[in-house]
């Protein structure tokens, strides 16, 4: 797996210090009480269970599958809502997790529905955001890492389904891709 990557991009020394000081940040911006995570999986699940471990306050986590990739690596454009449930979120504040920022087209689509199911306020936060112009607008409240606009993989990130257990954030060979 490793053997697959060109050069590692954010090593996961790099990113542990980053997440505390995110963890930190939520921490200070939220009202008490209990805040409503949710999770969208499986890219965010990674970064979800290492910032989530350093905010001490009572939360309820939530998953949401959405799929906006279908394992390649160009945007769809399409958000698709997976589940048959949605998450309890009326009257709650919301903390969206979401792995990166790319177009925003997923962010924004469930950004939207979670105001539509009632959320207070919902707030978001990525691992890496790619600078690169939104095709819908929208930015998240907290970013891990701004990247060049590149396919990366690892730290929950995925490769058709592969490299997500990487812990680092690295770009792939293009021999892997082939
Ligand atoms: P957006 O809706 O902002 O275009 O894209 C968000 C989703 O696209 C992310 O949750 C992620 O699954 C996928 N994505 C966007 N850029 C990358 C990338 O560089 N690498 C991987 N593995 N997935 C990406
Ligand atoms: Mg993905």
Redesign the pocket.
């Known amino acids: 797996m490793r053997n697959d990557i060109e050069r590692v991009l954010i090593d996961e020394a790099v990113i542990e210090k980053r997440l505390d000081g995110m963890a930190k940040d939520i921490e200070r911006d939220f009202p008490g009480g209990t805040l409503v995570v949710i999770i969208?999986l499986?890219?965010?699940l990674v970064f979800a269970a290492d910032l989530l471990r350093r905010v001490p306050r009572p939360l309820i986590i939530e998953c949401l599958n959405?799929a906006?990739?279908h394992g390649g690596?160009e945007?769809s454009g399409k958000?698709d809502f997976l589940d048959r449930h949605f998450p309890e979120v009326k009257d709650h504040h919301v903390l969206l997790l979401?792995?990166?920022?790319?177009?925003?087209?997923?962010?924004?689509?469930v950004r939207q529905r979670l105001i539509e199911e009632g959320a207070v306020a919902v707030h978001t936060a990525?691992l890496?955001a790619?600078d690169k112009p939104?095709?819908?607008e929208?930015e998240a409240d907290y970013v891990g890492f701004e990247?060049a606009d590149?396919?990366?993989?690892g730290y929950g990130?995925?490769?058709q389904g592969k490299?997500r257990n990487l812990p680092f954030v690295g770009v792939l060979k293009l021999s892997a891709t082939s």
């Open positions: 969208l499986k890219g965010a959405v906006s990739y690596t945007s958000v979401d792995d990166i920022l790319d177009t925003g087209r997923t962010l924004h689509a990525v890496l790619k939104r095709a819908e929208v990247i590149e396919f990366v993989v990130l995925d490769y490299y």
